[in-house]
């Protein structure tokens, strides 16, 4: 399996932010040009309205030690960053973010505040997978459907397993977990082998399940 493209690499950091600056000492303004200072963005917040925490405050288009940084924001509850690497970079930034600010202007930071994240990962890989081989009866059926299609359109139409997903039961409320996706990549040939690939998992993780799956097919193939 071959990694083409990383899509988004998002990682959000779970914390109190107004615990942060509990007395306000450390005022938006000066916040904002330390980040500015920091990760040269391209788009800050520019009005009074733009420092609204429940809705998001959002800096865009930034730079910092050799990686691109396409969203940071903070909200009431958390901080999430977007990158085009990894989510293990982007926990990376935000924490060591946060301990340059404790030092910089006296966030009231300390190591461990952060004590759950979450990840999306979405890349594009081109792989050998077959997902028709994962079991005879997906074969079976797909022939079925494009005999009847063909007929009745008197066109040519091969129907194949264009992706799966995995999710889990939402009974009572719509979770902020994302499905894990496996689809053949949009507009592309299937013989480029190219696949569109999302979970909830770190960029490592996330590649490791899916060589993990890529192998068990080629093993019932």
Known sequence: MELVSVVLARSIGFVETGFLNPRGELPWQKLVSLLLERFSFMEVPAKLEDLDRSKGITFKAGYF?????????????????????????????????????REKAGLAYRTGMIARWAYLSQFVVRSDIGLDTIHPAFSVLSEKVSEYVNQRTNEHYKYRISGISFDFPKLTADYPIAPFLIERRVKTPDSENLFYCQAPLQTTQHLEVLREFERGLSKTS
């Open 65 to 101: 030690d050799g990686q691109g940084i396409d969203v940071l924001t903070i909200y009431n509850d958390g901080i999430k960053i977007d990158l085009r690497s990894s989510t293990e970079n982007g926990q990376k930034i935000i924490t060591d973010s946060l301990e340059w600010l």
